[in-house]
Nanobody
Framework: QVQLVESGGGLVQAGGSLRLSCAAS????????MAWFRQAPGKEREFAAS????????YYADSVKGRFTISRDNAKNTVYLQMNSLNTEDTAVYYC????????????????????WGQGTQVTVSS
């Protein structure tokens, strides 16, 4: 099992950047595929980006492709989300999640593909 703690959220102006971090506990972090999701007020949670256990593969939702970059440092048990060119539609609580299965799919996740979740960090983009 893995426990996740997000950080790095905050208030930023449109066009700005933020980097989110997600620190994982446990010695098996490198075995987990990881992802970032987000949930805007009044909306369902949506997938943003994922990365394979070894960092070799990534996948992005169309809404963030070209602006966000997911990465990981297995030596530090941390996954990151670099967010550039932010706009007001990126305002949401951002959650990191660890995969339930060993196989990585560079595709939109299935409902039960990510079973471990952090508590979330708020990102607010002002116009």
């Amino acid at each position: 099992q893995v426990q996740l703690v997000e950080s790095g959220g905050g208030l930023v102006q449109a066009g700005g950047s933020l980097r989110l971090s997600c620190a994982a506990s446990g010695r098996t972090f490198s075995r987990y595929n990881m992802a970032w999701f987000r949930q805007a007020p009044g909306k369902e949670r949506e997938f943003a980006a994922s990365i394979s256990w070894n960092g070799g593969f990534t996948y992005y939702a169309d809404s963030v492709k070209g602006r966000f970059t997911i990465s990981r440092d297995n030596a530090k048990n941390t996954v990151y989300l670099q967010m550039n060119s932010l706009n007001t539609e990126d305002t949401a609580v951002y959650y990191c999640a660890a995969g339930s299965f060993p196989t990585y799919r560079p595709a939109p996740p299935s409902d039960n593909e990510y079973g471990y979740w952090g508590q979330g960090t708020q990102v607010t983009v002002s116009s």
